[in-house]
Nanobody, 126 residues
Framework: VQLQASGGGLVQTGGSLRHSCAAS????????IGWFRQAPGKEREGVSC????????YIADSAKGRFTISSDNAKNTVYLQMNNLKPEDTAVYYC????????????????????WGQGTLVTVSS
């Protein structure tokens, strides 16, 4: 099982980045893929999640209007497009997988997620 994340980097305030999370080793369409982030000294928090099994999308208030999550099921890949980035978006971003039917119960509960990708650092300069 692998979640291969990519797309971090350094960007100025107002800029954009796109993360990718390529999944392998499990039945992609049975899962939901979420993005979390962890800023220095803070708890890991949920950002956005897409349930591949039913197409539903969840997004945190901090990301609404700026971040868009999507999937390419043929490629077993989920994307997080981040626009209008702010310094407070600076964090290590992680993708994670949870059984689709469990997402509505677990929400952003990190313990419930089965698989995690490696983190990718996003730095937004002011």
């Amino acid at each position: 099982v692998q979640l291969q994340a990519s797309g971090g980097g350094l960007v100025q305030t107002g800029g954009s980045l796109r993360h990718s999370c390529a999944a392998s080793g499990f039945t992609f369409e049975h899962y939901a893929i979420g993005w979390f982030r962890q800023a220095p000294g803070k708890e890991r928090e949920g950002v956005s999640c897409i349930n591949i099994s039913d197409g539903s999308i969840y997004i945190a208030d901090s990301a609404k209007g700026r971040f868009t999550i999507s999937s390419d099921n043929a490629k077993n890949t989920v994307y997080l497009q981040m626009n209008n980035l702010k310094p407070e978006d600076t964090a290590v971003y992680y993708c994670a997988a949870i059984r689709g039917y469990w997402l509505v119960h677990a929400g952003w509960n990190k313990i419930a997620y089965d698989y995690w990708g490696q983190g990718t650092l996003v730095t937004v300069s002011s």
